[in-house]
């Protein structure tokens, strides 16, 4: 997956700014010094623990941004609140840093050993509803990568022993009263945020004489949460300031009250920002209330189709759905995704009111379901349509709606319905392996086949695809054991297509393992069918680019070039991209074999584009190995090193190198001898040390440029 840029040169995944950020500067100053990687040994945890609703998540984010000039290896984001099941914080640090990673080591030792000679910041969101699994991957990670820190936030601390605490405080209204106890930042830094969400909402609002001491006294009775002040401000489109005020006096109990009433459990600031909520809740329509409880079971976002579909229904039709949820966005309870304006998110106290909210309903199974439905449908499509032109679409859909996939996939394994699981196990596990989440694929489809589903379609695909990520994962003995079982269902089945694809996962097992031979007899007896437009296409075209890189590595270029023009050919012709990426690679390492470097070049940076449009990490760096033994050749040997730099980085976070194949690290290795007698040792190192310091986006963004004026 490629990173995101926090600043020129610097890699990290850092969302942007999406509003202002109002105060915070003292917090800032010292977390500013606690984030100092000089400060060795000393603050390697920083935990902002506060209330929900505060402003950690804000508060981390702009430390990080200030931070992120210090640590040459990035400052990565993980957002926890998507988190459903416990046992998953790894596999989100995986993702945030963009570890295609394809090995089958437990989670937390890829992490260690990837982690071990970086300097690097990351950033734990919401930590406390998966805290164990939070302290136990810290006091693992801690120790094994000395340049790493972690800066947390929760509503609890972590309880590691070296753990430093921030506290997180509201902010202070700076007329002489404190709301939140000690007064977060600096004078006057909630009535500034109130004032600048109120212009927001109303055009020329202005904090004056005569609007400050109303302003003053809505902040005192939200206690200074910043979420509380900007839920009430947005209110300010239908209400006057003076409305605004009375009507929170009139909802808001004072903390007195709140302690001899027992309302709610827990902090009294979080009590605070509960009523907050529930006094913004109580000023909806009814129908604004019912679909703000339904949107509570999305996780990491949802767009307008999905809201339509999943939430419609009773007083509440597909066609109203639209303009709701733009009164919600105007009220500031659904807020527009940071980085796509096309979807829309809640923040997790907002989503928590509302899937209490969906439970005392009655609800929430029937919204779980519909949500399953959902994205068990959108997988599906996805399946039928993947060997054509909306391909990329598709892959970018898979990426966007990877939180909601894994909880439909939870709800699906949890509703303990095997036909179900398997069927949906089946088609996201499929799109999981084709667009870089391996782990999340083995996790689900393990699930499922142990349950010893029954025959048919659904276990064929979702055999296939186990076989096929244990490929990539290098896991040959599992690859081999579930390429004997996809191969036996698909003949009971008695689908030709299938025993065709099932060929793939046979032979690209034995072509791995270096037995040529042995794979060619398999894949050359694949009968060429015509080829499909869903999943069993894909895997048709996949045993011809084995076949193709079979006889590639057996020295028969033209046998080679025959079948990957064939698999070019009928990418072209569906809009495919996938296939032909590899069909694309295949070509340059022929091109190269029979010297024609300019071909072997432009086919080379055209499957690196390609790989990297599909987010096929392991296609981009064993291209890039290809595009570095085609520079070398032309005599441009610090281009090569700086390629073969960019290509290890990749390498490494596969955590498969070469995907362990003999002939793969043969290649790689005489390129570097190549390189090496070019250029030499001092110069070699040099270039190589520039294409370690590229970010994944300015590598790729190198690799396909023009550099015959270089």
């Given amino acids: 997956m490629p990173e995101n840029t926090t600043t020129e040169g610097q890699s990290g995944n850092l969302p942007p700014e999406t509003r202002s950020f109002v105060g915070r500067r003292r917090e800032l100053a010292r977390l500013d010094t606690l984030l100092d990687p000089a400060r060795a040994g000393q603050g390697r945890l920083v935990t902002l623990v506060g209330t929900g609703g505060v402003g950690k998540t804000r508060l981390a984010l702009n430390a990080a941004r200030r931070a992120s000039h210090r640590y040459p290896d990035g400052v990565w984001f993980v957002e926890l609140s998507p988190l459903r099941a416990q046992g998953l914080v790894g596999f989100a640090v995986v993702e945030a840093l963009r570890l295609a990673d394809q090995s089958t080591s437990p989670v937390t030792e890829v992490l260690a050993d990837w982690l071990a000679d970086k300097e690097a910041l990351i950033v734990l969101d919401s930590c406390e509803h998966v805290l164990p699994d939070c302290a136990d991957l810290v006091r693992a990670l801690l120790p094994a990568a000395p340049g790493v820190r972690f800066l947390a936030t929760s509503r609890e601390h972590l309880g590691h022993p070296s753990e430093l605490r921030v506290e997180t405080d509201p902010l202070s209204v700076g007329d002489g009263e404190d709301p939140g106890g000690r007064g977060g930042g600096q004078p006057g830094d909630a009535l500034d945020l109130f004032a600048q969400r109120a212009a927001e909402a109303r055009a020329g609002f202005v904090l004056d004489e005569d609007s400050a001491g109303p302003a003053a006294a809505v902040c005192r009775r939200l206690d200074g949460i910043p979420l509380a002040i900007e839920l009430a401000a947005a209110r300010l489109g239908e209400l006057s300031l003076g409305e605004l005020d009375e009507r929170l006096g009139e909802r808001l109990p004072s903390p007195l009250d709140l302690l001899a009433a027992g309302l709610d459990e827990g902090p009294l600031r979080h009590r605070t920002l509960r009523t907050a909520i529930g006094w913004s809740h109580e000023l909806c329509a009814p129908v604004e209330r019912l679909l703000w409880a339904r949107l509570s079971v999305f996780t990491g976002g949802f767009d307008l189709a999905a809201a339509e579909d999943v939430c419609s229904g009773g007083p509440l039709p597909a066609g109203r759905i639209a303009a709701l949820l733009e009164r919600l ?242 990418s072209v012709r569906r809009g495919e991209r996938w296939a032909g990426a590899f069909a694309d690679c295949f070509l340059a390492q022929i091109d190269l074999a029979e010297g024609d470097l300019t071909a072997a070049t432009r086919n080379a940076r055209t499957a690196v584009a390609a790989h990297s449009l599909l987010n096929s990490t392991l296609g981009v760096a064993h291209t890039l190995d290809i595009l570095a033994s085609a520079v070398v050749a032309t005599g441009d040997g610090r281009r090569a090193a700086r390629l073969l730099a960019i290509g290890q980085r990749i390498w490494e976070r596969l955590g498969n190198a070469q995907m362990q194949s003999p002939d793969l690290i043969s290649a790689r290795r005489s390129c570097e001898d190549l390189v090496h007698e070019k250029i030499g040792t001092e110069a070699y190192t040099r270039a190589y040390a520039e294409g370690l310091a590229m970010s994944y986006e300015r590598g790729i963004a190198y690799a396909v440029e023009d550099f015959h004026d270089t």
């Fill in 329 to 570: 966005v105007e009220q500031s309870i659904v807020l527009r995704h940071r980085t796509d304006e096309r979807r829309f998110q809640l923040l997790d106290s907002v989503r928590d009111f509302g899937g209490d909210w969906l439970r005392a309903l009655g609800e929430e199974r029937t919204l779980r379901l519909r949500h399953l439905d959902h994205y068990r449908s959108l997988a599906h499509g996805g399946c039928t349509e993947w060997n054509t032109g909306r391909q990329p679409a598709w892959c970018e859909r898979v990426i966007a709606e990877h939180d909601n996939l894994r909880t439909a996939m939870d709800c699906a394994l949890s509703e303990r319905d095997g036909p179900t699981a398997l069927r949906t196990a089946a088609d996201v596990g499929f799109l999981w392996r084709h667009c870089g989440y391996l782990r999340d694929a083995q996790h689900c489809l393990d699930q499922v086949l142990t349950a010893d589903p029954a025959p048919g379609p659904d276990l064929v695909r979702a055999l296939w695809a186990r076989a096929a990520v244990a490929l990539l994962q290098g896991d040959l003995d599992s690859a081999e054991r579930w390429a004997a079982v996809c191969t036996a269902a698909a003949v009971e089945q008695g689908d030709a297509v299938a025993v065709v694809g099932a060929a793939y996962v046979t032979g690209g097992h034995l072509l791995l393992r270096g037995r040529l031979g042995e794979a060619l007899v398999v894949l050359a007896a694949a009968e060429p069918l015509p080829v499909r437009d869903d999943w069993l296409g894909s895997a048709q075209l996949q045993v011809r680019l084995a076949l193709s890189l079979t006889h590639l590595l057996r020295g028969d270029l033209a046998g080679a070039r025959a079948v990957a023009d064939e698999v070019r050919a009928e």
